[in-house]
Nanobody
Framework: QVQLVESGGGLVQAGDSLRLSCAAS????????MAWFRQAPGKEREFVAR????????TYTDSVKGRFTISRDNAKGTVYLQMNSLKPEDTAVYYC??????????????WGQGTQVTVSS
């Protein structure tokens, strides 16, 4: 069992920044890739970014490249999503996930409860 808890969401204005945190725990935690997904009302869950606990390879969806940065702190078992230059289109519930090295939600086995990010104009 892997437990994931997101935090850091909130209400901000366009152009502002937020940093989301995903506190991860579990005996097999290090076997999984970590990712952020988001889901806006009426839309499908969308891949945002992914990272492994080792190495430096990351992946981002095109709409957030140059604005979002995924990072990790292995000592804390925490994955972060730094979100800069936020746009109203970024409004969604953001989910942390642990699973295989894919960009598909189907490849992830564990999910956090989600944290709401709302960007006003």
């Amino acid at each position: 069992q892997v437990q994931l808890v997101e935090s850091g969401g909130g209400l901000v204005q366009a152009g502002d920044s937020l940093r989301l945190s995903c506190a991860a725990s579990g005996r097999t935690l290090w076997n999984y890739a970590m990712a952020w997904f988001r889901q806006a009302p009426g839309k499908e869950r969308e891949f945002v970014a992914r990272i492994r606990w080792s190495g430096s390879i990351t992946t981002y969806t095109d709409s957030v490249k140059g604005r979002f940065t995924i990072s990790r702190d292995n000592a804390k078992g925490t994955v972060y999503l730094q979100m800069n230059s936020l746009k109203p289109e970024d409004t969604a519930v953001y989910y942390c996930a642990a699973g295989s090295w894919t960009t598909s939600a189907n490849g992830y086995d564990y999910w956090g409860q989600g944290t709401q990010v709302t960007v006003s104009s």
